[in-house]
């Protein structure tokens, strides 16, 4: 169970890091440059529009989904920011979240008739394929019907043998 707990929280926690790592403010060699200069109009003025009134300029569109960090806050909490690279994670990683389930993924199950259980053949969690075997119910109603229905099933068979020995009989009987 600790390998998945370990899988579910690096899942949540990478999207969160690069976020953030992404939204930390820029150096100050870096923000000096303009990655928008070859493309960016030079002066921003309101463009005209068809019923002469006029419009103020869009802001780069492409960064409107950027959230910027104070480097104090930072530096408050921690944060910091470096290149990825390869490395061997702590098998303990504290991080606020939530760990639900897929209830699509679940399915409900009730027994042909009523009983009590007498062995359970799998773990709660378990993955499971159709047909496989989950408990073993203890039903007082089936073990009656089949006592039933191997008493009526002797019964036919013993009918049938005397059937047969009559007809037997009556062949024997005609020659």
């Known amino acids: ?33 303009d990655d928008h200069a070859d493309h960016a109009p030079a002066a921003a003025e309101p463009q005209p529009t068809g019923d002469g009134k006029a419009e103020a300029p869009a802001e780069h569109a492409e960064h409107a989904d950027q959230v910027t960090l104070a480097a104090t806050v930072a530096t408050a909490f921690g944060i910091v920011s470096e290149p990825a690279s390869a490395r061997v994670l702590s098998d303990l990683i504290l991080a606020p979240g939530w760990i639900t389930y ?16 007498s062995k ?22 089936f073990v009656s019907a089949q006592s039933e229905f191997l008493i009526k099933r002797a019964a036919a068979q013993a009918a049938a043998f005397q059937r047969d020995t009559a007809a037997a009989i009556l062949a024997r009987g005609q020659q």
């Open 1 to 33: 169970m600790k390998p998945v707990l370990i899988l579910i929280l690096i899942l949540i926690l990478i999207p969160l890091l690069l976020a953030i790592a992404s939204a930390l403010p820029l150096s100050a060699a870096e923000t000096t440059h």
């Open 102 to 117: 897929d209830p699509a993924g679940q399915a409900q199950i009730a027994a042909p008739a009523a009983g009590r259980v």
């Open 120 to 141: 359970i053949t799998v773990q709660s969690g378990a993955t499971v394929a159709a047909g496989d075997a989950l408990i073993e119910l203890l039903c007082p109603a």
